[in-house]
Every structure is written in C-alpha cells, then in structure tokens.
T-cell receptor, first 116, second 113 residues
Framework: DTGVSQDPRHKITKRGQNVTFRCDPI?????LYWYRQTLGQGPEFLTY????????KSRLLSDRFSAERPKGSFSTLEIQRTEQGDSAMYLC??????????????FGPGTRLTVL | DQQVKQNSPSLSVQEGRISILNCDYT??????FLWYKKYPAEGPTFLIS?????DKNEDGRFTVFLNKSAKHLSLHIVPSQPGDSAVYFC????????????FGTGTRLKVLA
C-alpha cells in the first residue's frame, strides 16, 4: 500500500500531557498538509509543508502545537499540554505539483485524539 | 465565517435514482473545487474536481456542476448505489498563493436498497 499512513490511529491521553503524531506521505509527494476534524464539521486546515519548509500556518495552530517535516519526508505534529478541546481527528494529506497549479490532496486515515 | 456551506446535513435516496448534493461558497477567489467521500474511521477519499474555467466535469457515475455566478456547485451521482452511502464533503481552494482546502460541513448520503 503506497497511500498516506498515520500513526497512531487512536490516542487517549490525560489533560496536560504531550502527544506526538506521525504522518508518512505518498513517497513522491513533496507537499504535506495537516487538518483537524471535529464532530459534525469538515476538516479544518492547520499547516502545510513544501518539502521541509513550513509555508503556511492556520490561526488554529496555537503555540501549543508544533509541526515538523525534517528532510522533507515524514512529518510530526506535537501538541503540548493537551486540553479537552484538542480532542479531534487529526488528518494528514499529501499532494504532488506535477506541473499543475492545483492537485488533489490524498488523505491518510487520521489519528483520533481523545483528551480526558 | 463559513466560506463553504453544505446546507443539507443528510440526504436519503433510493438505489438506482439520482443523488444531488449541493454546496455554496462565498469567496470569489476560489478557483478549484473538489468533492471528497468519507466512510467512518477512514480519511476522506478524493472523488472528483472542477476548475473554475469549466462548468461541468464528469467521471463515470459522478458529475460535478459549477455555477460561478451563483457561487454554487453540485455533485450528481447516477445511478446511486448502496456503496455510495457515506459523508460527502465539498472543498474549495483559492487562487495560487495557498494550497489549503476549505471544507464544508458535509452531507451524509444514505442510499436505500
């Protein structure tokens, strides 16, 4: 399977703990995105990487959130001092320019975070 | 400020009939639109897209229509099948400068056998 993979699929943590999620994009894709989805809502954009450069961050990405993409391959999303409001599905997506302005983003299965 | 709106949270259709899912947007800078399908416990799956220079794009049973003057797009599924039962998200992307998608809140489609 050469799709986008995310690990872990589920994470339960206590309020105040730190959590880290990993995303492995499709291998030839140089763009990587993180979204967050809460119940009854569509995915909301968090941040975007082109290769290793983080080019855009949403206002939703508070200072407790940090994302990295070392070497332009996999990416990690860390949430420090988790709050109950952080409970959501965290989705990763990737895409490839292929010489076009717009290209479809392919999503992973997501990591469901529950903060108790 | 909900820039992409899907006003119907749910839709039920008989198998074999047409399903029509609607989406409205407010930002005239959007120039690329997509539909994603999502099953429970899975990530969204790309279905079909349309550029703002077109008013229709067809792929098998799926057709997307874009009405720029009304800032409205729709997804037609003909004929509907029970396996089409899922949540459908409309998404939009602005003109170059950002590659993020703005998603609607989704419409849950149930195709009845």
């Amino acid at each position: 399977d050469t799709g986008v993979s995310q690990d872990p699929r589920h994470k339960i943590t206590k309020r105040g703990q730190n959590v880290t999620f990993r995303c492995d994009p499709i291998s030839e894709h140089n763009r990587l995105y993180w979204y967050r989805q809460t119940l009854g809502q569509g995915p909301e954009f968090l941040t975007y990487f082109q290769n290793e450069a983080q080019l855009e961050k949403s206002r939703l990405l508070s200072d407790r959130f940090s994302a990295e993409r070392p070497k332009g391959s996999f990416s990690t999303l860390e949430i420090q001092r988790t709050e109950q409001g952080d409970s959501a599905m965290y989705l990763c997506a990737s895409s490839s320019p292929e010489g076009r302005v717009h290209n479809e983003q392919f999503f992973g299965p997501g990591t469901r975070l529950t903060v108790l | 400020d909900q820039q992409v709106k899907q006003n119907s949270p749910s839709l039920s259709v008989q198998e074999g009939r047409i399903s029509i899912l609607n989406c409205d947007y407010t930002n005239s800078m959007f120039d690329y639109f997509l539909w994603y399908k999502k099953y429970p416990a899975e990530g969204p799956t790309f279905l079909i897209s349309i550029s703002s220079i077109k008013d229709k794009n067809e792929d098998g049973r799926f057709t997307v229509f874009l009405n720029k003057s009304a800032k409205h797009l729709s997804l037609h599924i003909v004929p509907s099948q029970p396996g089409d039962s899922a949540v459908y998200f409309c998404a939009a992307s602005p003109t170059s400068g950002t590659y993020k998608y703005i998603f609607g809140t989704g419409t849950r489609l149930k195709v009845l056998a």
